[in-house]
């Protein structure tokens, strides 16, 4: 039995070093690099993004309408906000972000930020998909 074409054409994996990165909108001192989205593997419930954030940059007040946001540190330390509530992040601390929830991410440590970011639906850096106070 043979696999479907489709299949053969399927990638799964994906090595951070050979993603482009961009400067996303509403955020400064931010290089993202899209792991995992309909452009790299055809997801198309949720997008896996890595972030390198400088120190004293990160994302300016924004929501994204219907998309959920969680982001897990892997380096350095950031300060979220969300709902009323702000707290320090640490490698090894994660935050959720809910649909349509103005928020902020900034970098506190010395060292730049390495932070995991998840989207579901895929955010996709669209226009339509933020909202900005």
């Known amino acids: 039995m043979t696999a479907p074409a489709t299949a053969a054409a399927a990638r799964y994996f994906v090595r951070e070093d050979e993603i482009t990165g961009y400067h996303p909108a509403n955020h400064t001192g931010t290089l993202n690099k899209r792991l995992i989205g309909p452009e790299t593997v055809g997801a198309k419930q949720l997008e896996v993004l890595v972030g390198h954030i400088q120190k004293g940059k990160g994302a300016l007040p924004h929501a994204h309408p219907g998309i959920e946001q969680v982001c897990y540190m892997l380096e350095g330390r ?51 998909r933020v909202i900005r106070p």
């Open 78 to 128: 950031a300060v979220a906000e969300v709902g009323g509530q702000r707290q320090e992040l640490h490698p090894g601390d994660s935050c959720f972000f809910p649909a349509d929830a103005m928020h902020t991410f900034t970098v506190v440590s010395d060292e730049p930020v390495r932070v995991l970011v998840i989207y579901s639906p895929p955010y996709e850096e669209s226009p339509e």
